[in-house]
């Protein structure tokens, strides 16, 4: 094989390997497209959820057109966005994953933007029905001027509209009360 065409076929098989990072047997592509009008989103940074400080629940990643280490600008802007989760666990009741987000959620939110959210945190349960199984993946995009798109294991499961859910679900992970300091670092990327 000549020279010039073994570089080639290294070069032709670089990229595959530079555009995932790994964590916890998880590959999380460090680009992607929510769909063909949308711009590319970078991955902005990705952590391991543990429960009890032992049990790995999920692998989470936040990606964003405009990678950003500050929290507040990240709800703010009005780009799209994809803050997805990989299941780890053998296998868990969708409603319990529900239930888990709802309770960091409302913890992250005041009564009145609770009670004027509830319609959508309503919409986004019962988004959440039957099993989830290791390796399926939930992805919540928000897609500017449309809302809050759930993918549940490669099944669309509607969208919420306005910018306000969207805003009020990423401070599950962002918000002042995160499910965890750890991970909040972890998908600003300051860890």
Same mark, same amino acid.
Do not use: C
């Given at each position: 094989?000549?020279?010039?065409?073994?570089?080639?076929?290294?070069?032709?098989?670089?990229?595959?390997?530079?555009?995932?990072?790994?964590?916890? %047997?998880?590959?999380?592509?460090?680009? #992607?497209?929510?769909?063909?009008?949308?711009?590319?989103?970078?991955?902005?940074?990705?952590?391991?959820?543990? $429960?009890?400080?032992?049990?790995?629940?999920?692998?989470?990643?936040?990606?964003?057109?405009?990678?950003?280490?500050?929290? &507040?600008?990240?709800?703010?802007?009005?780009?799209?966005?994809?803050?997805? =989760?990989?299941? #780890?666990?053998?296998? +868990?009741?969708?409603?319990?994953?529900?239930?888990? !987000? @709802?309770?960091?959620? +409302?913890?992250?939110?005041?009564?009145? &933007?609770?009670?004027?959210?509830?319609?959508?945190?309503?919409? =986004?349960?019962?988004? =959440?029905?039957?099993?989830?199984?290791?390796?399926?993946?939930?992805?919540? %995009?928000?897609?500017?001027?449309?809302?809050?798109?759930?993918?549940?294991?490669?099944?669309? /499961?509607? $969208?919420?509209?306005? /910018?306000?859910?969207?805003?009020?679900?990423?401070? +599950?992970?962002?918000? @002042?009360?995160?499910?965890? &300091?750890?991970? @909040?670092?972890?998908? !600003?990327?300051?860890?």
């Amino acid at each position: 094989m000549s020279t010039a065409r073994l570089i080639i076929l290294v070069l032709a098989f670089l990229p595959f390997s530079a555009q995932a990072r790994t964590l916890s %047997d998880v590959n999380l592509a460090e680009e #992607l497209q929510i769909n063909d009008e949308s711009p590319v989103l970078s991955l902005n940074g990705a952590s391991l959820r543990r $429960t009890y400080m032992i049990v790995k629940t999920y692998v989470g990643g936040l990606y964003l057109e405009h990678p950003s280490q500050s929290d &507040e600008e990240i709800i703010r802007s009005d780009e799209h966005k994809r803050m997805l =989760f990989h299941v #780890l666990l053998n296998k +868990v009741t969708a409603r319990k994953v529900a239930r888990s !987000l @709802k309770e960091a959620l +409302v913890v992250n939110i005041n009564s009145e &933007e609770q009670e004027r959210l509830e319609p959508h945190i309503n919409q =986004f349960i019962s988004m =959440f029905e039957g099993k989830l199984h290791k390796n399926d993946e939930v992805n919540i %995009d928000y897609i500017p001027g449309v809302g809050t798109k759930v993918t549940i294991a490669g099944e669309d /499961k509607g $969208t919420i509209p306005g /910018k306000e859910f969207s805003d009020a679900l990423l401070s +599950v992970w962002l918000g @002042k009360q995160p499910v965890s &300091e750890n991970f @909040k670092n972890d998908i !600003l990327g300051v860890n």
